[in-house]
């Protein structure tokens, strides 16, 4: 959400792409990552769907298919358009408000909280296949062994790309192994049968059966979302490693799911007496018992780790909340000790554990529940990558006409007309999308939007729990802005701007306190019928590589760009005037740079930043004083076409 964030992520040699990619993630381990959440679905969902809709449960999984490879292509996207990492928080924020990135973040929280209450769980089940004599105390077990999970975190476990591309090519490996069983111990026509079995026996193919099998099913793709959180470690370009990453995804996914879940729901002997929450083990152990327990007990690791994982992603997202200061400031303390967040964690894993005691440990409760957050950051996601390509693709429509208009010498009447459109993507070097791919964003768009309406009708439960997370979230997040903008401390979010704005007064605010109240109240004075632009050249205070999952946004990570906005805002929101935040890099050239864009006709700054004067090119100086001591006034008359020139 800062301008330091729209750097072009284009390839440098490959000396230097080599030394800024060191110990970042190629595209087979982003790919480990994603399967490593994704791949386990497989060992829960065929019994959850099998119990909902009966032997459907593998043609709904073919038809979400289709949809989850649309929505590899948009996720694809939002890995190299936002860089700094957050998914579907820096998407909703940008693309619209950051209080819908902070519903965003909402919707994603539940997600987290129920993989680790259902990965958990699930894991012990398979555990049980192995073990039986755990099966009456799974649940108790479960909550002990979530609860050292955030003991390990609070430790400091270190989650590792290695790690999951062990547990990823296990997974791949243990569904190839029981794909190649079940060709060949069946016959061909046996196989083939699978299919008009599917519609055997099982309730008509109703519009509601439909919709609410399709909605159910998305299920089966639970993961993919954390493609958006690894932005920040991915090696450059970004574009290549999240397109070849989400490729191998696709084809991993696209072979085992629907195909497993087809099989283990029509060829399980005995299925009627099996238990649904093991179906992806007992239908390997029909062909080899060996095969059996080593997916049971690979099956229950996996599992464990997944609900480790869903820990690390939703503390993570409580420390990025925090930093917006949509939750108190506490959430993101670290102890002492062990230097580790420990309310987060402690939040991270206390209500996955509340929430498999209100359950009581009743997986299909669990997967009915789940997807309330689940396709809720999916639509936001969706929604707000449309809403940023609908702005480049009419942006650039612009800059066409206007180029068209100069090349015919009609430019002056159609220089009127121009006006930026904010906020701009966070990565302006991103070229518009073609028509063909907007258009299929749209329809995956409303597919997803159609499956989580759905469900939110459907399953009255998700609805209810996911709900009340999210009101009770937003209401804390209410609370916390509100709170803090009465101690004159309000939250600004910086905005993108990538063309000029027509009277604009360009604000520098100082570093140091002093002479900031002088500035913006000089700003104020000047845009009474225009737009105060303030910026804020930032400090890299950052000296450790990002972490898995982990949200980096220098703006917010940074405290005295925060208050220096803060206090700006508490001065200037009492004149009214229309005013945007840009956080700037501490490049010697940065503000020189942004003038050149904004082309604003007054520049103001104080004395302890003359040296910008020296930069900048004015048609005349002129000072002013005020409240706090003089301020200097940089003026320029701007030529209207070199403006256009701009786009």
Not at 82 to 89: D, F, I
Not at 97 to 126: E, K, N, Q
Not at 184 to 213: A, D, N, R, W, Y
Request: glycine residues 8%; charged residues 15%.
């Amino acid at each position: 959400m800062s301008s330091q964030d729209a750097a072009p992520d284009a390839s440098s040699s490959h000396k230097g792409s080599t030394e800024h990619d060191h110990g970042r993630l190629g595209f087979f381990l982003c790919w480990a990552v994603v399967f490593a959440d994704i791949g386990t679905s497989i060992y829960y969902v065929p019994g959850i769907l099998y119990g909902q809709v009966g032997n459907l449960a593998g043609f709904f999984v073919c038809l979400t298919l289709a949809v989850f490879i649309l929505l590899t292509l948009k996720y694809s996207e939002v890995t190299y358009r936002y860089p700094q990492g957050g998914g579907v928080v820096t998407v909703a924020a940008s693309a619209m408000r950051p209080w819908v990135g902070a519903l965003g973040g909402m919707f994603i929280l539940v997600d987290y909280f129920l993989t680790a209450a259902i990965s958990s769980l699930s894991g012990l089940i398979y555990f049980s296949v192995v073990v039986p004599r755990i099966g009456p105390f799974v649940l108790p077990i479960t909550l002990i062994l979530v609860a050292l999970l955030g003991v390990l975190n609070w430790w400091g476990i270190s989650e590792s790309a290695i790690v999951s591309a062990a547990g990823a090519v296990i997974a791949f490996l243990s569904d190839l192994a029981i794909l190649i069983e079940v060709f060949t111990h069946e016959k061909l026509s046996t196989i083939l049968g699978t299919i008009p079995q599917m519609f055997s026996g099982s309730s008509p193919l109703t519009t509601v059966t439909l919709l609410t099998g399709f909605a159910g099913s998305f299920l089966a793709f639970s993961g993919l979302e954390s493609i958006s959180q690894l932005s920040p470690v991915m090696k450059t370009p970004r574009k290549r490693t999240g397109r070849l990453a989400l490729l191998v995804v696709v084809l991993t996914v696209g072979i085992t799911s629907p195909l497993l879940t087809i099989f283990s729901t029509t060829l399980l002997h005995n299925i009627a007496h099996a238990d649904p929450n093991q179906f992806i083990s007992l239908l390997g152990g029909q062909y080899s018992q060996v095969l059996g327990i080593e997916v049971a007990i690979s099956a229950s690791a996996l599992l464990i780790f997944a609900c480790n994982t869903a820990i690390i992603g939703s503390y993570h997202v409580f420390l990025a909340l925090s930093r917006m200061r949509f939750f108190p400031n506490f959430v993101e303390r670290r102890g002492a000790w062990r230097g580790t967040p420990h309310y987060s964690i402690a939040l991270a894993t206390g209500i996955p554990i509340f929430v498999l005691i209100v359950v009581q440990g009743n997986i299909n409760l669990l997967g009915d529940m789940y997807a309330f957050g689940l396709l809720g950051a999916f639509s936001l996601t969706c929604l707000g990558l449309d809403i940023v390509r609908f702005r480049e693709r009419r942006r650039h429509k612009q800059k066409e006409q206007i180029r068209k208009a100069l090349q015919a010498g009609t430019a002056n009447g159609a220089i009127t007309e121009l006006r930026p459109i904010l906020p701009q993507a966070q990565n302006p070097s991103v070229a518009p999308v073609s028509t063909v791919v907007f258009i299929l964003g749209l329809i995956t768009t409303a597919l997803v939007m159609l499956a989580w309406t759905t469900n939110l009708i459907a399953k009255p439960l998700a609805t209810a729990f996911g709900g009340s997370v999210t009101l009770l979230g937003l209401l804390i997040a209410y609370w916390n802005y509100h709170r803090l903008a009465k101690r004159g401390r309000p939250m600004v979010y910086p905005t993108e701007i990538h063309a000029p704005i027509p009277g604009a007064v360009l604000a520098v605010v100082p570093n140091k306190p002093e002479g900031l109240e002088a500035v913006v109240r000089a700003a104020c004075a000047e845009a009474e019928e225009s737009t105060a632009v303030f910026v804020y050249r930032g400090h890299t205070t950052r000296t450790q590589a990002p972490r898995l999952f982990e949200t980096v946004d220098p703006y917010f990570e940074d405290e005295s760009a925060k208050q220096a906005f803060g206090e700006t805002e508490a001065i200037a929101r009492e004149t009214g005037v229309k005013r945007l935040y840009v956080y700037l890099s501490d490049a010697p050239d940065a503000v020189f740079q942004f003038w050149q864009i904004l082309r604003p006709r007054d520049t103001i700054i104080v004395d302890e930043d003359s040296q910008i004067a020296h930069t900048l090119t004015p048609d005349m100086v002129r000072y002013s004083p005020g409240p706090g001591g003089q301020v200097t006034h940089l003026i320029k008359r701007w030529q209207a076409p070199a403006a256009v020139n701009e786009f």
